[in-house]
């Protein structure tokens, strides 16, 4: 197969004030869009775990603030996304095996760890020493050549917008999406997004032409961020491979599911999306509650979520008082109704290979926070087909 060389139009985007969009088209000669199967989920049965120790020594980084997570048919292995800012280890990425069939989940092998590049081709540096590090929060292969995409949250306080990159499996920068006004960060004011409430899922449509980005919580001009009393809505925006707006939706996220201790803290917001078939999505929501004597309780619902009827919000200013038709949603699993030894902070999820009858498999990745009262787990699940 004949490859068409990218390293040089990636040099010309960059003398371009970083305008990456030219790249994001080119393709291997011959690629073609392999249609991936429309899937249904009925329902979720639990295979097991397995859990990483906490900042797990691995080729000089500790392994920590996994946030994001895909695998990689081709090869059979998988990605997982460290939101670590280049305190631990250069802002990375790892690879590994994930040992699991239909009677249980039997081991991770971490397998490599590739540093994220800057334009310059350098690591980031930390922040201690003024790196303006990407907060990375989802990750996902390429279908159509392999290479990978991941999604930043940005920082408001250093004026960091939030951003969606693509990179070769060495780590070097190939393109970026422009990030549209609305989501850009200003330190004063109230517009834009909100400090590590933006760029939070990423996902592939099925054929591969096109992908959803989805905010965590709403920007300011949607309204407040969820409270127990109420919820709020998020914009999930589709864009194709360069980089233009195809469609932006609402997502309605839920009220948090409980109050906190007085004077704390608690949340709830998309965490990641996976696409279904082209108008179908999951949407995993995950909710912190802090208690009076300040530990966490994590709330986490997988919901499907249907685009097909929503309104267009592409361009809309403001979705606080706009009379709009949101996506639509059903709850597909509870996982605090598993009864799982532990439930933590979740915030991957990805499609796995399939199980020897045929079914589909999910798996869910939490992120630990470097915190000793958290811990890494990996959930995995058969996927039981809608009837």
Sequence with gaps: MAFVNLRPLVSLCRIAALAFTCALTLLPAGAQARQAPDRTVGSLRFIGEQRLAHKQPFQDTSVGGL???????????????SDDRSDFGPARWYSAWLRYDAQGFNGIDLTGM?????????????RLLGGRVP?????RVDPLDGT???ASEGDRLLGLDPMVRHVARDGSLLAELPTLPMFQTHLFGSKGAR?????????FAPDGQSLWVGME?????????PTPEHGARVRFTQYDRAGKVLRQVAYPVDPIPAHPGQGKYADNGVSEILMLDATGLLVLERSGVQAADGKFSNYIRLYEADVSQATDVTGMESLADAKIQPTAKRLVLDLNALGLPRLDNIEGIAWGPKLANGHDTLVFLSDDNFNTEQVTLLLAFEVMPAR
């Design 67 to 81: 946030s994001g997570i895909d695998y990689d048919p081709r090869s059979g292995t998988w990605v997982m996304i």
């Design 114 to 126: 590739t540093p994220l590049l800057r334009p310059d081709g350098t690591p980031y540096p930390s």
């Design 135 to 139: 907060d990375s929060e989802s990750i």
């Design 148 to 150: 990978l995409w991941y």
């Design 195 to 203: 400090n590590n409430l933006s760029f939070e899922g990423l996902t």
């Design 217 to 225: 919580g709403p920007i300011f001009q949607d309204g407040e961020p």
